[in-house]
């Protein structure tokens, strides 16, 4: 069951691309945007993933960390950071634990995992659910909520 407004997020525990243990009850008390995308360095998660970057300083400003999830490994986040130099934290979910507990569909014709955006409140409670392929659109929706909170 996918996840909804008003829904507190699930805590949940994963790999950053640093290989290093990320647990999001350590984000407790701070707004999260999290974003899943279909695949390291495809042109569309490139062009979502250097929106966040070049607007990242937005996102911190309002109290805001961003956070990145698709199914690739540690790896691939690694060299994909560093060729863009993102600035957030992206989590590798090879065994698409967290986009089931998200509930994070694929894409229209199934082929490709979901591009959906979550912005959840210090309290935890999801407050946006964005589900677009297209990766322009999410960072725009997401800091208009997150400027309201």
Known sequence: MALKVGDKMPLFSAIDSNGKAFEVNNYAGKPLVIYFYPKDDTPG???????????YEDFKGLGAEVIGVSSDSETSHQKFASRY??????LSDGNKK???L??????????????VTYVIDKEGIIRLVFNSMSSKIHIAKALQILKTL
């Open 98 to 100: 967290l986009r089931r």
């Open 102 to 115: 998200f509930g994070v569909p694929n894409d229209l014709l199934g082929l490709l995992p979901g591009r």
């Open 45 to 55: 998660c490139t062009i979502q993933a250097c929106t966040f970057r070049d607007q």
């Open 85 to 90: 130099k993102l600035p957030f934290i992206l």
